[in-house]
């Protein structure tokens, strides 16, 4: 039998929150797992293993076949550029967030590094100045020197080809999954709400302003007088973002819930599963994660009228002008003020989801990576 050859994760995920590229890296290492545990002909080839800091950990995977080894003694991009490299001497080095140790990238080892936009080259404002001095460093080392780059959509591609217009052979398109199928089954379902009870709103994601929160509050705020609803806006802020604090409309402050940034998957299938609809009315997105959550959980979706939602949704969700708060309003009354719409959207959001699997996502990676292999030979 000839020797495996092993694939090294980069585990700097298991110390960070989790948004939606940790949980990228969350679901596709247990997707990989699951299929080794199926002895799936797709992982025959390879042995995995996770490469984690010592410190800082606020993550446990519970994955039956792939190991996690600690190593180093520094944090964060310090470890990555360090520790990592320092811990392993062969294999495949796969990066799912963003970033990869520079002086591996300059060697001679494989390398295959999922970068999932370039939102602080478009949106620049909204990220402090160490965070993007850092990225404008790494990131085009990534693109240059990796021996594959995975992003998540073709619309992001076809950004990403505006910067790096000589690289579209390097760049795979991989769409994110949904929710895992332990969750659909462990998560309890959402009891019916009372006939008296106020619809809930729900926004999920990054309260940082590519992500339009404000312009959520300001479409609520002009339905204010004409229906009863609720709004739980579920994210947090994150120290790569400039400090914008939202304004809450005069008058809305009763009913606006902050939950905070939410880990635990559960809570977030409780809250997709008792919302009337989810509201997401992002300026730019790449392959983003909750519309097609929510649709999992027959959640009602309105979404911003922007390429990638309209290639990661379909006709499974109600679009809306994201630039134009009465547009949003106007989506989100037809929504609550027709079950008959209500209803075609959970049924059609319901299909959409099943199209995105991790274990698809999984596959395909592999597949990135058994090219890269062929092409080092």
């Known amino acids: 039998m000839p020797d495996k050859t092993t694939i090294v994760i980069n585990g700097r995920f298991l110390t960070q929150p989790i948004t939606g590229v940790q949980r990228y890296a969350h679901e596709i290492v247990r997707a990989l797992d699951d299929l080794i545990d199926r002895s799936a002909p797709e992982v025959e080839p390879f042995s995995f293993q996770i490469v984690a800091p010592r410190k800082d950990l606020i993550h446990e995977l519970p994955l039956r076949h792939i190991d996690i080894r600690h190593a180093g003694n520094l944090r964060g991009h310090l470890w990555e550029q360090r520790d990592l490299p320092a811990a392993f001497e062969d294999g495949v080095l796969f990066c799912p967030g963003n970033t990869a140790p520079l002086s591996t990238l300059h060697s001679d080892q494989p390398v295959v590094v999922t970068v999932h936009d370039l939102s602080y080259l478009y949106f620049p404002d909204a990220y402090s100045f160490s965070f993007k001095a850092l990225y404008k460093m790494l990131i085009p080392a990534a693109f240059r020197r990796a021996d594959a780059v995975i992003t998540v959509s073709y619309s992001e591609k076809a950004a990403m080809l505006r910067y790096y217009p000589r690289l579209s052979h390097k760049i795979h398109v991989i769409q994110n999954g949904g929710l895992g199928r332990r969750f659909m089954e462990a998560a309890p379902q959402a009891e019916p709400p009372a006939d008296d009870e106020e619809p809930m709103l729900l926004y999920v994601g990054a309260l940082n302003p590519r992500k339009n929160p404000q312009g959520i509050l300001q479409a609520v705020s002009l339905l204010a007088r004409r229906m009863k609803f609720r709004l739980v806006l579920a994210g947090g802020g994150s120290k790569s973002f400039q400090n914008k604090e939202l304004a809450i409309p005069k008058g809305l402050s009763d009913r606006v819930e902050l939950t905070g940034q939410i880990n635990d998957t559960d809570q977030l299938i409780e809250l997709y599963r008792n919302a009337a609809c989810l509201v997401f009315p992002s300026f730019y997105e790449a392959s983003p994660l909750p519309p097609i959550e929510a649709m999992a959980c027959n959640c009602p979706v309105i979404a911003s009228d922007i390429p990638a939602l309209q290639e990661r949704c379909g006709d499974a969700a109600l679009y809306c002008d994201p630039h134009r708060p009465e547009d949003i309003a106007d989506k989100i009354q037809q929504v ?42």
């Open 336 to 377: 609550l003020g027709s079950p008959e719409q209500a209803e075609a959207l959970r049924r059609k959001g319901a299909l959409r989801a099943r199209q995105y699997t991790w274990e698809f996502c999984a596959k395909e990676t592999l597949q990135v990576i058994t090219k890269v292999l062929n092409m080092k030979k």
